[in-house]
């Protein structure tokens, strides 16, 4: 008897750079606990490794993008989503594994409930044999930002603590994980990941564009999801991108820029400014931050933190009289 497969409103997004066997593991996975013809994209960011990716992408009937030239992973999420078919998407990364029961259909019924959202899942970490470690400590459900005034990781995503619910999401204010769900025509609205360099912050890009947008951040509290945790990338990282990347975010979110920037005064941060690459960028900057400022934005970057710090305060959890009063 011939199992048919179910059509899938839902596309994944796989980019990578370097990655070897791992891409097989976490596309195998993906179709070993579904029955659906769930669209999925990889993105090979110029891999440098001679590995057979091509080979996996027809395994598995995927479609295959190969950059001509290194894009970085925001680029290479941004070109993923503008090519897949349907409207709802998770961005996955390429060490990832599936839990083996209706993941799909949870996310997809989240998803449809709330299209002016931002979704990422439970993540459970995985040792190097791919098993899940016992202990609840090494388990994670989403991320808050660090706001410490001078410090050198200002404005990163800090993991929060485990909270156990019956709620099918939380609020949440950052995404973290590598499981990341969304509306196509909302994230294109966003404007999505567009304008930062190579890697890094976006998941506070996309986070905080979209509770300024008037939109919502959550957690999938149904599904759990599987990832490794490297100890180095298996590619050279330029963290002045990094950097930038933040600056980038402040730049174009935060009507009153200048006392964020200042908050921002780590050594790194005082020398971009001075460097070509930010100055070359300073007319790009400005049609964002007017295009978010003046036609998208319902709310000042100032939520941001009073938003992060109420999280913190009531026990990892945003209250609806919270987002209500706010």
């Known amino acids: 008897m011939v199992l048919h497969k179910k059509k899938s409103e839902i596309s994944i997004i796989i980019p990578f750079l ?25 993105i090979n960011d ?12 027809e395994e598995y009937s995927c479609k295959y993008v190969i950059n001509v030239n290194r894009v970085g992973v925001a680029e290479s999420r941004t070109k993923g989503v503008t090519l897949a078919k349907n409207r ?23 998803l449809k409930k709330d299209s002016r959202a931002i979704y990422c899942t ?12 016992p202990h609840t400590d090494h388990n994670a459900q989403g991320a808050h930002f660090h706001f410490e005034k001078g410090e050198r990781d200002y404005l990163e995503c800090k993991w929060s603590k485990w909270k156990e619910t019956t709620n099918p999401t939380s609020y949440i204010p950052c995404i973290l994980g590598a499981t990341y769900c969304f509306d196509k025509h909302y994230f294109m609205k966003l404007w999505g990941l567009a304008g930062l360099k190579e890697y890094g912050a976006d998941e506070q890009f996309l986070s905080v564009k979209c509770w300024l947008e008037g939109g919502s951040v959550k957690m999938i509290n149904t599904v759990k999801i599987g990832h490794w945790f490297r100890d180095k990338h298996p590619y050279s990282v330029n963290f002045n991108n990094s950097i930038y990347n933040k600056v980038f975010v ?13 908050n921002f005064i780590n050594k790194n941060a005082k020398e971009l400014t001075c460097t070509p690459l930010y100055k070359s960028n300073l007319k790009y900057m400005e049609i964002f931050r007017n295009h978010f400022l003046n036609k998208l934005f319902t709310r000042d970057f100032d939520f941001i933190e009073k938003m992060n710090a109420h999280y913190l305060e009531n026990s990892s959890s945003i209250s609806e009289e919270f987002l209500k009063n706010n």
């Open 18 to 42: 370097n990655e070897g066997h791992r891409v097989r593991h976490t596309v195998k996975s993906i179709r070993d606990t579904n029955n659906s013809d769930i669209e999925i994209i990889l």
């Open 46 to 57: 110029h891999c440098t490794d001679n590995y057979d990716y091509k080979s996996v992408a």
């Open 88 to 110: 709802y998407i998770i961005l996955f990364d390429a060490h990832m594994t599936l839990p083996d029961y209706d993941w799909e259909d949870r996310i997809l019924t989240e």
């Open 122 to 133: 439970k993540i459970g970490v995985l040792d190097d044999n791919g098993k899940a470690y």
């Open 250 to 262: 402040i730049e174009t979110c935060a009507k009153d820029k200048e006392k964020h920037l200042n």
